[in-house]
């Protein structure tokens, strides 16, 4: 279990994943894998009636966001961005690693009618992204590991945010409110885990966090947001101990299905001009509109604050930043489903174009990591040769 709690054990995985369903929906058995993803499973004597893909998407994708809220109440109580001194710097970079993929987007696309999709680009994959600093790296110095991680963790939240807003039409407003009372009550239960009702406790946690599932997804909202409402409820120190639990099960099961069935999709017949504008769109933003972004963000960044506190951060480590942004992958396949879920032949382009722009991204990120990660490295051997000249300590 210990490798699937690995950052590159999950980026090899989800991209492994990935690959098998773009082959899978591209060979003999591509009918096979598409009656199964669209094959309903119902509950019975319940309203709930989903095909696979929607039970993998919309269900086991929502214990996932679960993981994601548990880790940003933790950042946003007592780690990296639990000041607005902390914060706005990694959130100003982020702000433009949202607002100018989806204007490169929207310029492609206007007049197409598929506009609607502005955010699939604007997503990180935080697991991916995290993955390929963890193999490429080594010798990263801890201030600028920290800016990426704050900067995929505000990001999430981006999406959350556009999720809720943008992907949810009429929702039954009774239901979510009961919704809402479930997940309260899963809150207040798991200030009491220590007690000897703990057994107890555990199951009605359980039993509340389903019910809050189903009342969501059957409200109209997207189920996802179940997941996200009640890793921000959970007493910090158990939703730790939770998303411990649950790693190995995202990273080797949850994350790696579902990107298995979003990249079951047939590779277009069509030429390269009869594709549609929002494949270019997403092609382009993701791997060049997230760097620049991103890049411009974090450098207007570095002008705010006390000066004595401002980070020191390079163009160089900001490129980097941004070439890792542009990883959209989970998140943004989530982001094209919704979008186009009306028009599925735009929504397979849109998953070609993700997988694409980000294998860009991921190939860029990793050469520039590496680099970034060599240089400081030979700094280091330098810093560390003339502390041995000179009997001054190094520095990071």
Avoid: C
């Avoid at 001194?85 to 987007?105: F, S």
């Amino acid at each position: 279990m210990r490798i699937l709690r690995s950052e590159r054990a999950a980026a090899v995985l989800l991209l492994t994943a990935a690959a098998l369903g773009l082959l899978a929906a591209n060979s003999p058995l591509a009918a096979l894998f598409a009656d199964l993803k669209h094959a309903h499973l119902a509950i019975p004597g319940t309203p709930l009636d989903l095909s696979v893909g929607h039970w993998i998407s919309d269900g086991l994708l929502a214990v996932f966001f679960f993981v994601v809220a548990v880790e940003l109440k933790n950042e946003l109580t007592v780690g990296q961005l639990n000041t607005v001194a902390k914060a706005i710097r990694p959130a100003v970079a982020a702000l433009g690693g949202v607002i100018v993929p989806a204007v490169i987007y929207l310029a492609i696309t206007w007049g197409s009618g598929y506009e609607r999709g502005w955010p699939i680009p604007t997503a990180t994959d935080i697991a991916f992204a995290l993955g390929i600093l963890a193999v490429f790296g080594t010798g990263i110095p801890s201030r600028l590991r920290i800016f990426m991680l704050a900067l995929a963790i505000l990001d999430d939240i981006v999406a959350i945010v556009i999720i809720a807003l943008f992907f949810t039409h009429q929702p039954d407003l009774l239901l979510l409110a009961f919704a809402a009372v479930a997940v309260v009550i899963f809150g207040l239960l798991s200030r009491a885990l220590q007690t000897r009702w703990r057994v107890v406790v555990i199951i009605a946690m359980i039993a509340l966090a389903l019910v809050a599932w189903a009342l969501t997804y059957l409200s109209g909202v997207h189920a996802t947001l179940a997941g996200v409402a009640l890793g921000l409820v959970m007493a910090r120190v158990p939703g730790l101990r939770v998303r411990h639990a649950l790693e190995p099960v995202t990273n080797g099961a949850i994350l790696p299905l579902f990107a298995f069935a979003a990249a079951l999709v047939p590779v277009p017949t069509v030429g390269i001009g009869q594709l549609a504008a929002p494949f270019w769109g997403i092609l382009v933003a993701l791997p060049v509109g997230k760097m620049i972004g991103i890049a411009l963000g974090g450098w207007l960044s570095t002008f705010l604050g006390p000066r004595n506190a401002r980070p020191h951060l390079t163009f160089s480590g900001l490129t980097t930043a941004g070439a890792l942004g542009g990883i959209g992958f989970t998140v943004s396949l989530l982001m094209n489903e919704l979008a186009f879920a009306r028009t599925p032949e735009v929504a397979d382009e849109g998953t070609l174009a993700v997988l694409l722009g980000s294998s860009i991204s991921i190939v860029v990120a990793a050469i520039m990591v590496a680099r970034l990660a060599a240089y400081y490295r030979g700094l280091r051997r330098l810093r560390r040769d003339a502390h041995e000249r000179t009997g001054i300590p190094p520095r990071d």
